[in-house]
């Protein structure tokens, strides 16, 4: 009998590329390709590219050129490259990368297993970089969602922003909202396999609106959804944060009291120049609605340090912001400019040296607050939905509120709610004692 042939994926990025990934794996498997452990072990590979920061695209650029080696050590080897570098770079990548078979943007994933074939019935490369196909095309039965207990389900592609930093809104092309019945469908079908929590993507996923229903309206749609336990969504953007979204956060059950709102700078001038849409006040004045609606509520953030021009004054009022806001998680990144942004034509002028200290003090400020923070959570009970081994009898999960807790018990818990108390807590993560499984 012939042997099944093989694929590897290897994902640089978010949560919406995991996601990509997630359909492209489940789609080459509904074909009668095997998952490989690795890229030495695959018929076929497949990169799935991050565009956002130089640093994403490095390491791309690095795995291809493995790729390289491999394929002249084993020439029936099939190379694909899919996602925002291969949408940003189009048909140009192939000059400097002729070994690559297969090259897909960010809306025609779908097409891979059929230029897979077309590739070796050609032997040329086979491309398709068509923006305007339906990124929504995969169908949800074939997804091999990677986490047991969470499924990503896309309620928009694309992004409306003209952020001066951003590169996404070129790789990812305008919003496309989804009809709220075919999310509505999709949570369903991932429920009724086994999944009890969903998160909600988009890249400005509460900027959502389709006719008459919009962001508040989906959760709500969504949250009614019988066997669904948690629901959770990603990434919000402060300017469509309002009253309505707030109460859908604090009156909707399944709805996670968890939210992470990207600030990027303390500074109102660097915020005016990354065309953020708010002033410092503004994000604050929001951060004050959401936590006087939402008691409890945990917030996590994104920064950019290093911006063009940021002054050491400047670079302070972000440091500012995290202590007054107090974040239970945090994101920075250095200022890495992109091709075709805006902010390109600014001067990069905060050295790289510079950039990295700056990074650095928000991080250990960060890590210092998240450790007082989970240290004030010790003794609390927690439900946690374990949905991973860590290794002989432990195993971890998330709390509503998004925090990992670590565990004694067997994998046989894996995909369950359970009672925990904790006992312990680390900056990143609590340490907790099985108190009774939940159901
Ligand atoms: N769409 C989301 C938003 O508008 O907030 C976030 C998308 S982006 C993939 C995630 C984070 O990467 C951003 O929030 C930002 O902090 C960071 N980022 C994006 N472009 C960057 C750049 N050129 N340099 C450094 N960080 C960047």
Request: proline share 5%.
């Amino acid at each position: 009998m012939k042997e099944k042939k093989t694929f590897y994926i290897q994902t640089f990025g978010c949560q919406m590329n995991v996601n990509d990934s997630e359909r492209v794996a489940g789609l080459l498997q509904s074909r009668g390709l095997q998952a490989a452990q690795a890229a030495a072990d695959a018929d076929f590979v497949f990169l799935n590219t991050c565009a956002v920061r130089e640093k994403a695209a490095a390491k791309f650029r690095h795995s291809l050129g493995r790729l390289r080696r491999l394929k002249s050590e084993r020439p029936g080897l099939r190379i694909g490259v899919g996602g925002c570098v291969a949408q940003l770079e189009g048909e140009a990548l192939l000059e400097r990368a002729k070994h690559v078979d297969v090259l897909v943007g960010t809306h025609t994933l779908h097409r891979v297993p059929d230029l897979i074939e077309e590739a070796g019935a050609t032997g040329k490369v086979a491309v398709d970089l068509d923006r305007k196909a339906d990124a929504f095309a995969i169908p949800e039965a074939v997804v091999a969602h990677g986490n047991p207990v969470r499924a990503f389900v896309t309620a928009m592609e694309g992004c409306n922003h003209v952020c001066s930093f951003c590169v996404v809104p070129r790789t990812r092309g305008p919003e496309v909202n989804r009809p709220p019945d075919d999310i509505v469908r999709e949570v369903r079908a991932v429920v009724a396999r086994g999944f009890t929590e969903v998160m909600l993507l988009g890249q400005t996923v509460n900027a959502y609106r389709h006719g008459d229903v919009d962001f508040a309206g989906l959760l709500a749609l969504v949250d009614g959804i019988e066997g669904l336990r948690r629901l959770r969504f990603t990434t919000s953007h402060p300017e469509h944060v309002g009253p309505r979204m707030a109460d859908a956060l604090r009156e909707l059950p399944r709805v996670c009291p968890y939210l992470h709102l990207p600030f990027q700078s303390g500074s109102d001038r660097v915020l005016a120049s990354m065309r953020r849409g708010y002033t410092r006040q503004q994000y604050l004045d929001t951060i004050a609605l959401l936590r006087d609606r939402v008691v409890g509520l945990a917030l996590s953030t994104d920064v950019i340090v290093g911006y063009p021009g940021e002054t050491e004054a400047e670079f302070e009022e972000t440091l500012r912001v995290l202590e007054g806001v107090g974040f239970d998680g945090l994101f920075a990144f250095t200022y890495s400019p992109r091709p075709g942004t805006a902010a390109l034509r600014l001067p990069d002028d905060v050295p790289e040296e510079e950039k990295r200290r700056r990074l650095h003090v928000v991080n250990a400020h960060q890590q210092q607050w998240q450790r007082r923070r989970h240290e004030a959570c010790i003794g609390r009970v927690e439900e946690v939905l374990v949905e991973s081994v860590d290794g002989e009898g432990r195993v971890s999960g998330r709390t509503p509120h998004f925090r990992i807790v670590h565990l004694d018990g067997s994998p046989a818990l894996v995909g369950h709610a359970v009672t925990v108390e904790i006992t312990g807590a680390g900056p990143n993560a609590l340490r907790g004692r099985l108190a009774q499984p939940i159901h």
